[in-house]
């Protein structure tokens, strides 16, 4: 065998997405927001919560988008950090009474740290390799939740209860819907924080060492800082999305956060585009409402509908929602001329 | 120190399984260069189809050849109708497909042949072997299996025309394409080896994980595992690692307090981390060198 089989230059794992390319224009985001502000005014609580849901996973999709389409590292253990994030919100809630509020930024410090320390030996590792490590964190997390060691604090399998909050000052609002508002909240501030961490010179270096590692490092780019640095900015943006789900959901058990969550959450970011952040939204909608149509299409068939429709989504457009809009973006600009 | 042997025993017995099922996750890594997730459903599939085969009173050999040859076609259909049209999608496009299709055997699977569990025959009868409790003369037969596939698939690569152009079509394909070699062609009967590999690991594993849709769950997770430990570009690696995650796995059971059963599954997923952490390329592979 020569000796220059050996050597390969490494295709980049993932495409390379111009930054611009990143985020809708101005415009566009308006009336998104606008969109996302009206909806609940019109619909029922049970859809109230389902849109809560969305921006919720929304958000934790986003986070795997800032990891992979960002920095070009894959992870299939999102959640596990969601699965800390909640816990950390449940237990801070029910054990020391703490206002929910509060909790999250205390979860998303917890999984930050959580992330910045398993992206050390993750540094390591590539491809495959990464992937098979997350992929194991996120099967362990449920088994090392269910332990009798930290049964006081966690409930073990039996989970934890929590309270839903009400709407604060008095305001006529039920439940769901100013939980509703509340999270789009903290969505749109992540959003537009994570646009500008993307677009900062520590976002320059993400795309730089997702495009080719060893290029950047030649360029003086911090290659093991920044890769950790990514690591621990999407686990803490997950863990406040965990916490968020945790409050919404008004209860935590170590079998809500399995692999398959990490599996979803995955398709998610494909489904909306590897590197595009509003596509993110888009792939939520996709693991949230495709699983109930492909349940009413055929009860018995239900995996198999989902995994059709799956098809379909990546055979018509493989590049996810991003490649909708670039064509649609496209087709508006001919109408305009 | 007989608690020992006993437990290293059972390990070599449980790491059979895993040897079978990595050789086939290497098989397809070697083709196409993709972990493939639906691995264990097609190869429980196949295992599906056997069976079948053996109620409609196909006799044991019968059925199994039956199956492998439908299992090698079934694998170049799926390449053909469902990944070639994927190859130039990004790599992430392909895992989420590898999902999709994870969901679509196991659904029809559940659906044919229902979740309930069944038994399967083995040919090697279940008897102990030499003498020892701890393993069975048809977990001798699966180890005997595994090592055979092993010196075939060795024979199969080292001395065939077609084995080469294989390796070839996987290393370098740009110049394999220029010596006339079909790379298309050999990405596709790199899937229908892997599958019928499967199908092989399937109706071994079966009488020991009783046959039900979703058999190869843990299984094929303790494949990848195996694989990866001993690395993704030899075969013989992975037959390796897989005894080593089984013997490991027993021995973190019996010896390390605490862990039990249910820690399992955890402690040998650390150590395969540990192991990737000190030897990024699994114990057996090739470094790669990257350049620019």
Redesign the interface.
Known sequence: MSAAENIVTEAPAVEAVPKRAMTLGLGTSLVVLAALCLVPLFVKNFIIFQLTMLLIYGLAVLALNILTGGSGQFSLGQSAFYAVGAYTSAILMEHANMNYALTLPIAGVICFAFGYLFGKPALRLSGVYLALATFALATAMPQLLKLGFFEYWTGGVQGLVVTKPDAPFGLPMSQDMWLYYFTLAITIGIYIASVNLLRSRSGRAFMAIRDNEIAASAMGVDVALYKTLAFGVSAGITGVAGGLGAIAVQFVAPDGYTITLAISLFLGMVVGGVGWLPGSIVGSAFIIFVPNIAEGISKGLSGAVFGVLLFLVIFLVPHGARQVAMVAQGLIGKLKR | MELFTNQVLAGIATGAIYACMALAVVMI?QAID??NFAQGEMAMFSTFISWQLMQWGVPYWGAFILTLALSFAGGIAIERL?FK??AK?????N???F??????V???A??IWDFTIKQYPTPFGSSPFLGSQLISTHQAGMIGVTILLLILLFIFFQYTRIGLAMRAAA??PESARLVGINTSWMIALGWGMATAIGAIAGMLIAPVVFLEPNMMGGVL?YG??AA?LGG?TSPLGAVIGGFLVGVFENLAGTYIPGVGN??K??IA??L??VV??VK?AGLFG???????
């Open positions: 890594y993709h972990l469902l049209p994927l999608a990004p790599i992430l496009t895992v989420a497909g999902i999709a299709l994870f969901a679509i196991n659904s029809v559940g659906l290393s370098v997770i990848f595992a990866v993704l249910e820690l599954l955890p997923l650390a395969i981390i990737l952490v990024p090739r470094p790669i060198v990257k350049r620019v």
